[in-house]
C-alpha cells in the first residue's frame, strides 16, 4: 500500500518549484565536448566567450551619407568640398576631414579623421564637386564609437547560457569556429502501469498504449538531455524494483504513473525500499496533484502522475529546471506572461490550476481561451493548445476580457 498521504505534505505550486529549484541549484555542471558553431545551436555554452577586438573595431558609419564636422553645419543650407569617398571596408588611414570639407560616405564604414558625424545622404544635393546640406547634426550622429558596443577582452558570452541564434551571432563575430559545450545528461524514462502496452502492440480492450514514454522522451531533449526510455514496469513490485534500479544509473530518473492514492499505485513504496529521501509528495495544483520528487543517494528522481496531461504539465512546472541544471543552463525563472481572456472560466476555487489553453489573435490583439479539455486524459486537446492558463485558487469565475496569466508551453 502506498503511505497515507497527509495533507501537511501537500506544498503550494510556488513552494513545491522553489524546493526543485533549490535542489537544482546544487547540481554540479556535467563534463564538456568541443562541436562545430552551427552543431551548438540548442546546446549549453560551457566555456566563457570574450571579445577579441573592439565592437564595433572602428568608428562604424550608420547610414549613407557625407562624413562632416557638425560644428561646420551651424548656419544653413551649407555648402561643403567634397574631398573623396568611402565605401564599406575601405582603409581611411590617408584621409582627414578639415574645415569646410566632406566626404561621401556608406552604412558600415570607417568614419575618417577630423569628421564627428554623418549627414544622410536625403538631406543633401551634390553638384560639381560640392555638396550643399539642409539639416544639421548633433556631433556623434550617425556613428557609432569604437569599442562602445564591448571593449576588447570584454566578456560577451557566460558558462551556462543556452545556445541560439544571438549567442550564434556573438561566437560568428568573434571568430569561434567551434564551442565549449556541456554534456547532455542521460534521463530515464519509466512508465508504469499494468494496462499500459508498447506502442508496436495492438492494444487489448482494456488496454491503453503507452503515450508518456513518448511525450517525455520528447520534452527531455527540448530540455537539452537525451531521453533513455525503459520498458514499461507492470504495477508489481519485483519487476518495478529492476526497472528502477535500472533507471537510477542515468543523471534523473522519471516514472509516470502509480504515484496516486490506488491499492496498485506501488511507485512511492518500491522507492521507499531504495532508502529514498522524499522533498515533495505532492502539490496543490491541478492537474498534477500526486507528484513525487526525491533522492535515492546522489540521484534525483520524479514521479509524475500518469494522466497524459498531469504528466505533460508537471514536467513543464518542475522537472524542466532540474534537467537544464543538470544540462549545466544557468538557472531559468518561470515567467508568466499575460493576455486578455477571450471567454469567461467557471471553476471550483481550492487549487491553482494549469489549464490547457489557446493563445491567438493576430499582432497587438493576443486573446487566450480554454482548449476544452475533458479531464487530463484529453491529449488531443493538448496538442491543439499551446500554452496554459493559469487560474489562481481563490477565483471561481474569470470574466471574458479580464487578464490572465498564462505560461508558453
Ligand atoms: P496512474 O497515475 O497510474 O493512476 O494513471 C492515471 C491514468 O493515466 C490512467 O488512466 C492510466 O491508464 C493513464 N496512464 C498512465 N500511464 C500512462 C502512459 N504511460 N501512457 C498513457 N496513459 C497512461
Ligand atoms: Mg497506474
Keep these: ?158 558558462p551556462g547560457m543556452k545556445i541560439d541564434h544571438a549567442t550564434i551571432a556573438v561566437a560568428a563575430s568573434t571568430g569561434e569556429v567551434q564551442l565549449k559545450v556541456f554534456r547532455r545528461p542521460r534521463v530515464a524514462i519509466l512508465a508504469t502501469g499494468d494496462e499500459i502496452v ?25 530540455a537539452g538531455a537525451e531521453a533513455v526510455i525503459l520498458p514499461v514496469a507492470p504495477d508489481e513490485p519485483k519487476r518495478l524494483r529492476e526497472l528502477i534500479q535500472q533507471g537510477l544509473q542515468e543523471d534523473l530518473l522519471l516514472l509516470s504513473g502509480g504515484v496516486s492514492a490506488g491499492k496498485y499505485d506501488l511507485v512511492e513504496q518500491v522507492l521507499e525500499a531504495f532508502q529514498a529521501g522524499f522533498l515533495l509528495r505532492g502539490v496543490h495544483i491541478q492537474p498534477g496533484k500526486p507528484l513525487v520528487f526525491g533522492k535515492v543517494a546522489d540521484k534525483y528522481f520524479f514521479g509524475l502522475p500518469g494522466n497524459p496531461i498531469s504528466t505533460m504539465v508537471t514536467f513543464d512546472l518542475f522537472a524542466k529546471p532540474m534537467i537544464e541544471a543538470l544540462a549545466g543552463m544557468t538557472r531559468q525563472k518561470l515567467v508568466f506572461l499575460s493576455a486578455r481572456l477571450k471567454s469567461e472560466i467557471k471553476t471550483k476555487t481550492g487549487i491553482k490550476r494549469f489549464l490547457p489553453a489557446v493563445l491567438s489573435g493576430e499582432f497587438e490583439r493576443a486573446e487566450v481561451e480554454l482548449a476544452g479539455w475533458q479531464g487530463s486524459g484529453d491529449t488531443a486537446t493538448m496538442a491543439r493548445s499551446n500554452c496554459y492558463v493559469i487560474i489562481p485558487p481563490d477565483r471561481e469565475t474569470i470574466d471574458a476580457g479580464e487578464w490572465v496569466s498564462l505560461l508558453m508551453r
Design 1 to 158: 500500500m502506498s503511505p497515507e498521504k497527509n495533507s501537511n505534505d501537500i506544498l503550494s505550486f510556488e513552494d513545491a518549484r522553489h524546493c526543485v529549484e533549490e535542489h537544482a541549484a546544487r547540481i554540479k555542471a556535467p563534463t564538456s565536448e568541443t562541436v562545430s558553431l552551427l552543431d551548438s545551436a540548442g546546446r549549453v555554452l560551457a566555456e566563457p566567450v570574450a571579445a577579441d577586438r573592439d565592437f564595433p573595431p572602428f568608428r562604424r558609419v550608420t547610414r549613407d551619407g557625407y562624413a562632416v564636422r557638425a560644428a561646420d553645419l551651424e548656419k544653413l543650407p551649407v555648402r561643403l568640398k567634397v574631398i573623396g569617398e568611402i565605401k564599406a571596408g575601405a582603409l581611411v588611414d590617408h584621409l582627414r576631414i578639415g574645415a569646410g570639407q566632406a566626404i561621401s560616405i556608406m552604412t558600415g564604414a570607417p568614419a575618417p579623421e577630423g569628421s564627428d558625424a554623418v549627414v544622410m545622404v536625403e538631406y543633401t544635393t551634390v553638384k560639381d564637386g560640392w555638396v550643399e546640406i539642409s539639416r544639421i547634426v548633433k556631433v556623434g550622429e550617425n556613428i557609432v564609437p569604437a569599442g562602445s558596443e564591448a571593449k576588447q577582452g570584454s566578456l560577451l558570452l557566460s
Design 198 to 222: 508498447d506502442i508496436e502492440c495492438t492494444p487489448g480492450a482494456s488496454q491503453i498504449r503507452n503515450s508518456n514514454s513518448y511525450s517525455l522522451a520528447a520534452q527531455v531533449q527540448n
